[in-house]
């Protein structure tokens, strides 16, 4: 008798008589997906059942409490912390919310750095049904107020350490809510701030009853994730509840056990990070933390913790393969590596240096509707777009052609997106298989931001699509590649960087009467560097103590990773008939002072500026490009 899959294949064409041999021999790229259906058949039942029991992600950290009281969750800084012991934090934590009386889906947001304080913190407040935003700690003046305001927080908990107390100190004037600081007690708090200690200390440990979160929806909101995005400040991605079910599966594409140890150096407010932590909550492993990444330690530290999961970045694999070769290279205990971002042109280097069995290498979006996995170990994809997984899937995707002036899917005569051929970059855009999750939108914000992100009727009336902002490929096997990003965001070390929020930052200066923002390539480094070509106002001329200024100016208002690299003076702003900026140009001449006839400048942290680049030290600059 025929399977269920050969079922559906025979199904697929029509005849029962077509057997799966004569399918796989027509369409050699059927193999992959009957492959990519094994893994997923059971993460979508798993998925499903606690879709359909209301397990939430506080409900699987307290399954996995119950079940592995003793056994470490996270070890940090070599020290094991119990999911007894964080259970216990997170009581207490939960019995100092309670008394704020925020009514269930309310805000709370929380600047912390890597640290087991960030889960108990978190989980504190789901047990009493607050959704916590994960604030960037990069973010400095109007970008981290934005992301505090724009998360509708009743109340901020700052981690410990001075330069994020700094930060919040610095804006502390405009924020009218409670302020929790971690790391000061007693005498020692600061004037305007209560200290999370002193509470922690005096609280009860009394379990909340979970009655007190009865009201959970799969909609109710769970986290806010922030994002770069065409506003030019920090956007608030929904990630609720039903959605964080999902968020805790990731890691069963690797038949995850509680026997695992995942390693993490990725900040806990990124969603790769987040994705790691709820799967190890979901099954009872172990999350091996680091403040935040080192390459001369990152193996060590797997050998040490005896780590079988490791995650990555793009970026992450090329410093690791910058640091001197050892013997102990190949010398521990991973069985796969997941991430995103991994270059090909780096991938089998990698693996063969440091002897990885298994890369998966994946693709999504903290606020996207679907998500691909490369499970095959094929170079350079992130996953399979083929018609028959696409015929199967509940929510379709598509790569469809796009207009790189609007930036958005070009239409043919009946006013429908034209989907891509083979080997044809494109634009992603996602369905949505259950709408009701994304009822709230994409992002908090309001209709208009959310509604930037909808492709609708795209095939037919009525339909709606996310669109991911992304351009993608897939070759003669279905195989998906990423191409590059669309629009106003580029990334750089593992971060996306808003155009609009650096031009508008470099605005901020008084000699300064535009900014043109954009990404360029530098040879042995991944994703795009920042650069900006700047025009200074009319009764300004240019002279170079006007460089320090801009650094200092940017140092001061911007992340590390979004501080422009290079600069450019220009005499006039090239702008499209729509009033936009013209960047292609610019990107394609990037830094090479050969076609740039402009005066062009780098960015210099040791003296504190930005210094000459022409063509007599351009390749003394590229030789230890490794930035």
Known sequence: MPSTRDKILMGLGGVAGVSVAAWQTMFPWLKYDLQYMKYGKGIGQRLAQDVAKGRYIIDMFEDSVEKF?????????????????????????????????????????????????????????????????????????????????????????????????????????????????YGTSGNNVHEGYISMDDLLLNAPGAEICRSCRSSFTLVTPCIYIFTSGTTGLPKPAILNQGKCIGYSKFLQIGMVTPEDRVYTTTPLYHSAATLALFS???????????????????????????????????????????????????????????????????????????????IIEFFGASEGTVAFVNTWGKVGACGRLSPFLNRLAPAKSYLVRYDPNTETPLRNKEGRCIPCKIGEPGLLIGGMANPALF?????????????????????????????????????????????????????????????????????????????????????????????????????????????????????????????????????EMPLTVTHKQRKVEYVKEAFNPAVITDPLFRISPETKTYVPLNTENIAQFLAKARL
């Open 69 to 181: 009281p003793k056994k470490p969750m996270i070890i940090f800084e070599d020290r094991e912390y119990t999911y007894e012991f964080i259970n216990e934090q997170a009581k207490k934590v939960a019995n100092i919310a309670y008394e704020w009386n925020f009514q269930i889906g309310e805000t709370v947001a929380l600047v912390c750095q890597n640290s087991p304080a960030f889960a108990w913190t978190f989980l504190g407040l789901q047990k009493v049904g607050l959704a916590v935003a994960f604030i960037n700690y990069n973010n400095k003046g109007k970008p981290l107020l934005h992301s505090i305001t724009v998360s509708k927080a009743k109340a901020l908990i700052i981690g410990t350490g001075d330069e994020l107390f700094h930060s919040v100190e610095e804006i502390r004037p405009e924020l009218n809510i409670p302020l929790y600081l």
């Open 280 to 358: 190890v909550m979901d099954t009872g492993a172990t999350m091996v933390l680091r403040i935040r990444f080192s390459a001369s330690h990152y193996f060590e530290e797997c050998r040490r913790h005896k780590v079988t999961i490791a995650q990555y970045i793009g970026e992450l694999a090329r410093y690791l393969l910058h640091v001197p070769e050892s013997p102990e290279d190949g010398n521990h205990c991973i069985r796969f590596m997941i991430g995103n971002g991994l270059r090909s042109d780096i991938w089998e280097k990698f693996q063969t240096r440091f002897k990885i069995p298994k």
């Open 439 to 571: 009822k709230d939108g994409f992002y908090l914000g309001g209709k208009a931001i959310n509604e930037k992100k909808y492709v609708r009727n795209a095939f037919q009336e009525g339909d709606a699509f996310f669109n991911y902002g992304d351009l993608m490929y897939v070759d003669k096997d279905y195989f998906l590649y990423f191409k590059d990003r669309v629009g106003d965001t580029f990334r750089w070390k593992g971060e996306n960087v808003s155009t609009n929020e650096v031009a508008n930052i470099l605005t901020g200066l008084p000699f300064i009467q535009d900014a043109n923002v954009y990404g360029v390539e530098v040879p042995g480094n991944d994703g795009r560097a920042g650069m900006a070509g700047i025009l200074l106002k009319k009764n300004v001329e240019f002279h170079t103590d006007l460089l320090p200024k801009i650094y200092h100016h940017c140092e001061e208002n911007l992340p590390h990773y979004a501080q422009p690299l290079f600069l450019r003076f220009i005499k």
